[in-house]
């Protein structure tokens, strides 16, 4: 196959990725580059730069972790991942996906404190295929309980607001 046709580049999400189109028995069909090389269906890019197909950048994945190494979206407004600012309570709220169901981190006074808040999180749920708000060797203090506006349900799955709750439900941080 490496004979026939050539690889081109193609946008898809927010990367470009190495792609041939070939033909076999009268039908189009169309291979990614890196799942050539390791001979997979899914595989992810360790530095998030789909045109590196380096085989010690290329990683067996599956659709879910794959979608953890993503970026921010690119109509992220926070200019961090996993970050959002919530204009009812005038406060940023950190949060991240977990097995399906997205998960409440805290809220926080600003938005580089959500954002490390996310990074410790991301760090323990998604492991080596975390994608960090702040790349490796960037000093940053992981926030405390103090940093937190209003801390979470002990399961971290609730969409926490201190309107829609009764007040002993969350700690509020003086």
């Known amino acids: 196959m490496t004979a026939i046709g050539k690889w081109y580049a193609d946008k898809s999400f927010q990367t470009f990725y190495g792609r041939k189109n070939f033909w076999r028995g ?17 595989a992810d890019h360790a530095n998030g730069n789909g045109l590196d ?3 010690e950048n290329l990683r067996p994945a599956d659709a879910t972790t794959n979608a953890w190494n993503r970026p921010r979206k690119s ?12 204009r009812k ?12 169901s997205r998960r409440h981190l805290g809220r926080f006074a600003t938005a580089e404190l959500a954002a490390a808040a996310y990074d410790v999180a991301a760090r323990e749920i998604h492991g080596q295929f975390a994608r960090l708000n702040f790349p490796a060797g960037y000093v940053l203090d992981e926030p405390t309980d103090e940093d ?11 969409p926490a607001s201190p309107a829609e709750h009764p007040a002993d ?3 509020a941080v003086p």
């Open 148 to 158: 937190r506006l209003y801390l979470p349900y002990e399961d971290g799955l609730t």
């Open 26 to 42: 009268g039908r189009c069909f169309s291979i990614k580059m890196h799942a050539f090389i390791l001979g997979i269906p899914f």
């Open 75 to 86: 109509d992220n407004t926070s200019g961090y991942k996993g970050v959002s600012w919530d």
């Open 53 to 55: 197909n380096r085989r």
């Open 169 to 171: 439900e969350f700690a």
């Open 89 to 100: 309570n005038g406060n940023w709220r950190a949060y991240i996906t977990a097995n399906g």
